[in-house]
């Protein structure tokens, strides 16, 4: 579970993988990739937790949650399904291009809140329960049990004995002490981080597997934030870091963590490429929740910084497979002869995710932006249903929600048409009326003219249409391309720009205080970005995190989305829910391709492609066959997969009147 919204800069991250034949990981020669097509689908098949309190110190008492512990009088979840496919096989290299490399490894603080941290680097770590994405129930994480207090104010956690850091070292409630530590020193620099934690006191360690923490206030989002979201990092290891000592210091470097993967500092080669290595020695890789997940011996990305070369490579076969961001490239560029023999599979793939939205963002804190009839008359000036026809091959629908295609979005959000006429009304009200020699606005003697930054070239087609109808009515829009590092820092650090194209990933739960929250406007580091203030929002942002009744917060949420949209912030564009890929047939994948919520690269709300795909030697050699005699098909899959939505109307067709399935 990630809690907060994910910049995703709009294709910064190009997901892309080095073909050719089976790579075995290190410290693990005899791994193979043949899928175990025997394997059984029974979930009663895997245990919950294998090896139960074997790792227990037996200093600790069964009750103080040592070995003998029964969980009476506490919570747990033994009866959730498999997760993964049970079918995977371990083993290979998966190598995948980055757009750019990423500004920071870090897990918290400046600049840290990227697709990539979310995707990557979070399977370095892991946190006391987890969510089953399919369900949205708690499951077993760090912890095998837990309790809510009556009050739901006060959580305790019992720590799976067995727990293990990559160092070896045992995980135990010291370590969530000191993680909760960590994250709330002042000297972190990640406002919005603590803002959520702050309603939290300090944890305590009842024992050595028994960790206890009081909510400060009610909020139906603390136990899902403190269990699902709060990285346990390893005492030992940060003694003598504080905040400013960690963003100094640890840039590209990780503490370790007791996830399935590491990543060292000899894995990382900067602005080059980044490898993360699964471990062999995972302290949980048998329970069930991990069959079938995190099959890749090693991910290996490296920078590939024009998105054209790396499609280039795919179809070359350097490439194993190619996430398409573009609609032209997707209707008008694979169709190639390998795509119709089978020998790279085609898929436009949907699912339940939440998509977040992607727009002009505006700073609202200085001129002219900080005025709302131009931020309104700047949206009323984005064509974009003829960039949809024109530029996209009607591939997407134009967005008006910060929620969209989810229960979230209001249908009473301004729909904002392409309407020259009331823009240049707008404009006129607010002083830009007379023009200068050249036929551009003006206002005491200087020209309308603003900055748009913008993280890929591939968008720019949409951006100079944009640009020629601004330049029609008066307008000059300079557009600026920069790297998807430094957009970030101009936007999240420093807040120098005017406008910029940007998107968010979306949230399972959403959590508007940490985007739309007035504390957080004129504070650097957080996703407030364009220094939104509003006391009605405020004071519904209160309201949300003390309703229990979902029903109830999804009318909250409602309001949000309209308050917010009518105060233009963002030149909101459009949504496509979908992900389209190629990828060369040589893998596994479970049904749906991923979890039911989950994008494609594991990001923000389940488990994506890297998670739960596999190398298949059997796969891998029929391709091998294919490619060196021409005259050979393989089967040719349909293109699009609806597995998730089916799965969805079926559970909406069998749930009771009047249920909430």
């Known amino acids: 579970m990630r809690s907060r919204l994910i910049f995703l800069g709009l294709l910064t991250l190009t997901l892309a993988a080095c073909g050719g034949g089976e790579v075995v990981g290190p410290g693990n020669s005899s791994t193979t990739t043949t899928s175990n097509e025997k394997a059984s ?328 932006f900080n005025d709302i009839r131009l931020r309104k008359a700047f949206t009323l000036l984005v064509n974009r249903p003829l960039m949809i026809e024109k530029l996209a091959f009607n591939e997407y629908v ?26 240049l009304k707008l404009l006129a009200e607010a002083g830009w009326k007379d023009r200068d020699s050249q036929g551009r606005l003006v206002k005491n003697g200087e020209p309308l003219a603003v900055e748009l930054l913008y993280p890929t070239p591939t968008f720019q087609k949409y951006l100079t249409l944009y640009q020629e109808d601004l330049r029609k009515i008066g307008i000059t829009l300079n557009l600026r391309l920069v790297t998807p590092e430094t957009a970030f820092k101009l936007q999240n650090g420093d807040r120098q720009f005017q406008m910029a194209y940007t998107g968010w990933g979306g949230l399972l739960f959403p959590n508007p205080e940490t985007s739309f929250h007035s504390m957080l406007a004129d504070q650097k580091d957080n996703n407030n970005i364009t220094g939104f203030k509003n006391a009605r929002v405020d004071e519904l942002c209160k309201q949300y995190d003390v309703t229990f009744d979902p029903q109830e917060r999804i009318r909250i949420i409602r309001e949000i989305d309209g308050l917010v949209a009518n105060e233009y912030h963002y030149a909101l564009l459009w949504t496509g829910p979908f992900t389209r890929v190629l990828y060369w047939n040589e893998f596994g994948a479970p049904k749906g391709y991923w979890s039911k919520t989950g994008d494609y690269f594991g990001a923000g709300n389940g488990f994506g492609l890297l998670q739960m795909w596999w190398k298949d030697s059997a796969k891998a050699a029929e391709l091998d066959a294919a490619r060196r005699d021409s005259s050979k098909k393989l089967e040719v899959g349909p293109v699009e997969d609806r597995y998730w939505l089916d799965f969805d109307a079926k559970q909406r067709a069998s749930a009771p009147a009047g249920g909430n399935k």
């Open 398 to 423: 134009q967005n008006n929600s910060f929620f969209p295609a989810s229960v979230y979005e209001n249908p009473n959000n301004p729909k904002n048409p392409y309407d020259p006429e009331a823009a």
């Open 41 to 368: 689908s029974n979930k009663d098949d895997y245990p919950v937790f294998p090896d139960a309190d074997v790792g227990a110190d037996p200093a600790v008492s069964a009750e103080q949650g040592g070995k003998g512990f029964t969980g009476q009088g506490w919570e747990t979840n033994t009866g959730f399904d498999l997760i993964g496919d049970p079918r995977a096989a371990k083993g290979g290299t998966l190598h995948d291009a980055l757009e750019d490399f990423p500004g920071t490894l870090r897990i918290d603080g400046p600049e840290y809140n990227t697709a990539f941290n979310y995707g990557v680097t979070a399977m370095v770590y892991e946190r006391l329960l987890d969510i089953d994405t399919t369900t949205l129930n708690f499951i077993p994480q760090l912890a095998t049990h837990w309790q809510i207090s009556p009050d739901k104010m006060t959580y305790r956690f019992r720590i799976n004995p067995n727990a293990r850091f990559s160092d070896g070292t045992p995980v135990t409630a010291q370590d969530v002490v000191a993680s909760f530590d960590f994250i709330m020193d002042k000297s972190l620099q990640n406002p919005s981080t603590q803002m959520t934690y702050a309603k939290f006191e300090r944890p305590v360690a009842e024992s050595k597997y028994i960790v206890s923490v009081k909510s400060k206030v009610l909020n139906w989002r603390n136990f899902l934030y403190f269990s699902s979201d709060l990285k346990v990092l390893p005492a030992a290891s940060m003694k003598g870091i504080n905040g400013e000592k960690y963003i100094k210091e640890y840039n590209y470097k990780l503490l370790p963590g007791s996830g399935p993967y590491t990543i060292k500092e000899e894995d990382i080669k900067k602005g080059v490429s980044i490898s993360a290595r699964r471990r062999p020695d995972y302290w949980n890789a048998k329970a069930r929740m991990n069959v079938g997940v995190y099959n890749f011996d090693e991910l290996q990305y490296s920078v590939v910084r024009d998105e054209n070369l790396a499609f280039e490579k795919f179809k070359k076969g350097e490439l194993d497979f190619f996430v398409v961001g573009t609609a032209q490239q997707w209707v008008q560029q694979t169709d190639f002869d390998n795509v119709k023999r089978g020998l790279i599979q085609k898929r436009k793939i949907y699912n339940s995710q939440p998509w977040g939205f992607s727009g002009f963002a505006f700073n609202a804190r200085r001129a002219p």
